[in-house]
């Protein structure tokens, strides 16, 4: 039976430069990055070297603790590069792309008619296990792992976020192709949520074989560990599966084509973007391929939304995972105080409490920079976590713990139902200053070392 949820606690974050639901013109990108970087506690081995030709779909990489899991090449062409930092750690692949794309090919599938073993052994032989995760702690899925249910979120509600109805659109078969196959991997159910009032494609609301969940409320309604944590929360030794609405279109055209199609639809936004609008590239392209150029010299580029990317700069790559560039002026420069600063009236400054006279004007975008207007100092107890983060967990006291690596307490507080971009907002909110989402990862990475 389907679930009605409102999300009371989070926060939408009026930011500028949402994107124009038209598509821009993207030019082939000559180079494609692969990040391993990319994957949670993911430990790569590669399969290739410079110099090697690949073929779209053909492994570039396996995960070193579960061997059957491959990371594909999103383009054919030649291995140019292996990009390696301290001690010699992989981070990058780089691929110099062949004009027209070359395709590891399968033979064309009916995942309900597939066992669930065929199921697997064809995700993981067309390098499309990765799209998979696993709850708990957001790393790919493991294909020993039992989920007791499979989630997808039908929407996001992350500040500038692509939307998914437009996204999908003409999407149909591939979108059912892709929940056949999640369908085969559980004896659970699959749990489709979308949001009451932004959820309209019918590609969505259309879907066979799932159960839809409907959701209303702010950031972080979307975030699909929000919505497992409403409809059933996950305990010590449970395993759910989560898969992003894109990726289930992904999975479900390679099943039905034998190929590996890594296009993707990415939206360019943000304040410093001088045309927001959709475009149609491919995974680990870069940005210069569609991303024109920003409205400032002082721009950062970031792959992802303004509350969990990572800036990769003008001359970087999509990221593996990432359907949203962001585009934002660096807030390096110095702030006036009486105009620009704390002892202003604030109407140009947006603020998730009443600091400032601009909570008078409810409907205003706003143009903000990447300045965190005050330096890192204690972490205080004011309360600001729980009025955003909307899960029956004490996330000031979960986060405590994990500073002083208290597993038991970590453990009774919750840990296994969180990831760290659930924390996104209670960073934003933080007076301290705190980077809330890296203490929150480094937690989840000493349980799955330590319990996992």
Known sequence: MSKDIKINKGLNIPLKGEADKVFGNAERSDTFLVKPTDFKNFTPKLLVKEGEEVLAGSPLFYNKEYTD????SPVSGEVVEVIRGAKRKILGIKILAD???????????DPSTMSRDAVKQ???DQCLWPFIKRRPYATVARTTDEPMAIYVSGFDSAPLAADVDFVLHGKDKEFQAGLEVLKQLTDGKVHLNLHRNLSTSDVLKSAKGVQVNWFSGPHPSGNVGIQIHHIKPLNKGEVVFTVAAQDVALIGSAFLTGKYDASRVVAVVGPAANQPKYF???QGAALKSFVADAKSNNTRFVSGNVLTGKNVGADGNLGF????????EEGNHAKFFITEGWAGPGLGKF???????SWLMPSKKYDLDTNTNGEKRALVVTGEYESVFPMDIYPQHLVKAIMIGDIELMENLGIYEVDDEDFALCEYVCTSKTPVQQVVKEGLELIEKECG
């Open 69 to 72: 899991v491959k990371v594909g």
């Open 122 to 124: 064809r995700l993981l």
């Open 280 to 282: 149609r590239t491919i």
């Open 351 to 357: 603020s998730a409490s009443r600091s400032y006279f």
């Open 321 to 328: 995972f990432d359907k949203e560039v962001t585009l934002l």
């Open 99 to 109: 004009k027209e794309t070359r395709y590891a090919e399968f033979a064309a599938a």
